[in-house]
């Protein structure tokens, strides 16, 4: 195991890298939502805006039209109204006498007939030239008045008909009267009929307008003509604002118009029509917010299904970008991962060519110091050394050279081994008797640094075809490693675990101890040649990378976690069978057996 | 005394220098050649009864040089010696015919007992 020297260096690159590589993936997954709300949540919306948008302006189109149509009808009815009773009064005038109908009972006969379906008149009267009743028929004592001097009389006298606008008179009520003037002789006579105001409130009210709506009519001084339904009297003065006479329906939007009490009335949407003869004006009008009801309606739930349509758009795309953002950094890591491999490989690679060609040339100067040596000796037993105390320094010398040269071989040796390509000897391994093996080895050593043995093996193990050779190598190197990550601790634990991973076809070997752990800015280093933490002399720093050089040949994988003062755990995946360019080179030598 | 002939190949001159009188002293009859051609013209001229061959030398290399004693048909026994880096090549030349290998750098004890060897086989042989 590696060990902590006491110089610390390098740690501070790792959390950068990570701290870049966060704000990489939020910049992916921002710069992912705001495309999908550029092309998908922006027209959409821009879309739905706008058919709103034109939809409300034909709905509204579509209303008003109406509405003036409605008024303009409502108008022709009124006026037909008054034409209508107009043409009776004239017809009777014209048919009958001025003295059949002030005979008695018969002005009441025609007020009968009159009212035979609707009570229209209030009532009926007969005057003569000189303003006094010469027949009258209705609820009223008037007979004694004199109407000579009353403006409705001037007016009928000059124009021959007359329809005045809501005048008190001697009865002192609000009434308006159709008058005709007929000629007889020399003589003149009126036909004068009082309309029923109630029957043409009604008249006038009869028109479709909801809740806040009302209908009345205004004569050109804009006093009301008919009693409005909401506010407002007969006869009192109107506030609406009536401007000039023009032909057909006109609409208007009333904004801050107040009522006859100085109340302010919400915004109001208002038809108007003049009436011809006499020169009234219909009002229909409803407050803008309820005329405008069922746009105002379609129009929020439309775009309240458009929110939420764009809505749940963004929350699939943030989810959806999310789980791709999740999905890219786990490839990212896989990546990272068999990049560090490939680096470390192809590291080993170089290395072990370089340590090759340097292992062989040192070991000729070696075999030459070596023949230097054996010819010192063979000097020496031919012609002895006199002196004692030479020939003592001269045996020290030649055991001292034979023991350095020795050193210097193991050293070669070992790197050649790390570096040589030879052949692999396949076989079935039965890794848990394997490892037994092995660890009886290591725990003669062991049991002398006070650390235990501790393993779970998977029965189930299928045996896998591999190198034992190589195998022995790594586990002893590792074992070794674990009992050395205990140095200068009075005790601690080797614990080994196989198991078997059929579904990625592995066996899977981990080493864990209970050691002194890995600095994590050594983490990466700890399978590169010629690194080691142990002192001077007592590691080369290729244990690791033997290990894994081997390991990769196998076509397995080696990682390792650790924690410090924790401990460190290597796992070791072996595939089943070895990777196809080992079979396919050994296939050529011998055929391979599978394992059973 | 064994006394019979050894020749050694090697491009490092003093090692085939030291070597030989370290045989020599053992009481071989030992020459040198310092490369793979020096060799086979000294074979041809002097056969001898067991050859210590290095692998790797420049110009003609061991293998070649193998190659190229077994052509001449030799009544003679090689021992490969190669510095571990060419291991691979110590095999191959075994199954050349080679008779065994070792590795720089060697003990002359080592050597001493591949070469008796060596010659015990080929006198089994004869």
Redesign the interface.
Known sequence: MVKEPHSAHNGSDVPDIAAERKATYSRLFWRFVWLTILCSLAPLLLVGWGINLHYSQFARERMLDFFQTQVEDHRKDIERFLKEHTSKLQLIARTHEREQLIEPGALQNVFDLFNQDVRALTDLSVIGEDGFHLAYAGPYDLWSRNYSKEFWFTQVMQKGIYVSDMFMGFRKEPHFIIAVLHHEGDSKWILRATINTEVFRSLVENVRIGKTGQAYLLNAEGIYQTSPRLSGAIMEKSTYPMGPYHEGPQVRTLDGLKDAQGRERPRQIACQAWLHDPRWLLVVKQDYDEAFADVSYANTWTLVFLHLSAASILVVTVLVTRHMITSIKRRDAEADRLNQQLLQAGKLASIGELS??V???I??P???????R??LL?AARQAPIADPEFQEQFADSMSQIDVQ?QRC?RI??NL?RF?????SVIEKVDLNAFLREVVELMEREARTGGIKFFSELDASLPPVLSDPSQLQQVFLNLITNAIDAHDGKPYGSVRITTQSNPDRRMATVKVADAGSGIRPEHLNRIFDPFFTTKPVGKGTGLGLSICFSIIKRLGGSIAVHSELEKGTEFTIGLPFLPPKELQDSLAKKEPLKPAA | MPGFRVLLVDD?T??TK??S??LK?RGYTVTSANSGDAAIRELEQNPVDVIVLDL?MPGMDGITTLKEIMKLGLFTETLILT??????SA?EAMKLGAYDYL??????DELVAKIESAWGKKQGGL
């Open positions: 090759a060609g292992a062989h040339e070991n000729n070696l075999a030459i110091i070596l023949t230097e054996q010819l063979d040269v071989k070669t040796h050649l570096s040589r390509r030879t052949q | 490092e003093i090692f030291n070597m009188k370290l002293n790797k510095g571990h880096g060419s291991i691979d095999l590795t720089k750098p060697c003990e002359i």
